[in-house]
């Protein structure tokens, strides 16, 4: 059954900061010195490759990917976001607009190696449907790679007006690329995480819970110090595995 079509989410705020994100993305510390080098560690060998980069932004793991020798298709649902990656990575890689709350029909079954989804999901209500479009464009032994809001502090910094067992829209205030917008998206609890992922076929293979690197300590010693206490985002690796018959 075909998804009902919906607006993508958060595509204001996005709109707004779409500029400075992609001036700030390299050095920011939340984005350069924690999540990324997280999400980067639980890659496997790209060379070669052929990698989707889900939600690809202004490019930078795009970037990345193709500069360690993978051939690369990436999609953001954001006009602004994918005329910046574009500039960034002229003919490097193939960048499409998409929105990933509907079907990839325009990606072929088992043509990737590796699906990376990088803070991305977080703006996706739906994840089995999500989950189960990149196990359809995956081959056999491929590999998901993804990262998002860590379940446990975007409930506590709620805990007055949400309830943890349900999924449920709410809105942050981003205040660290020049402007002051407020991001919509959506909270879960962890079972909304594994449930969906398994469901759709993979094995999770590895939970990443980050710690920051040093370079986000030289940035920022106060949040460097609170999230060595605290976390605030969550990595995982999920594979495409065939059962072997017995």
Known sequence: MARRKSR????????EIAEAYAAMVDTK?????????????????????????????PGVYSEWLVSHGAEVVAFDANE????????????????LQANLEQP?????????????CPLVMDYVKDWESAFKEFYRVLKAGGCLVFSFGHPFVEFEIRRQTSNYFKTEQVEYTWKGFGKTVRMPYYRRPLSEVIN?????????????????????KEKDPAEYEEL?????????????????SS
Do not use: W
Request: proline residues 8%; glycine residues 6%; neutral net charge.
């Open 196 to 216: 969906p992922l398994r469901k759709a076929g993979f094995f999770l293979d590895c939970i990443l819970e980050p710690l920051p690197t040093f370079e986000f």
């Open 80 to 95: 602004k976001m994918v005329r910046l990656a574009k500039q960034r990575l002229g003919e490097k890689a193939k960048v």
């Open 8 to 15: 993508p989410l958060a595509q204001q705020a996005y709109d």
């Open 29 to 57: 510390p939340h984005n350069a010195y924690y999540e990324r080098p997280a999400t980067l560690s639980l890659l496997p060998e790209v060379d070669g490759k052929r990698v989707l980069d889900v939600g690809c932004g």
């Open 104 to 116: 990839l029909d325009f990606l072929a079954d088992v043509s990737f190696e590796l699906v990376i």
């Open 228 to 244: 060595t206490h605290s976390p605030g985002f969550m990595c995982l690796r999920a594979l495409k595995v065939s059962l072997l």
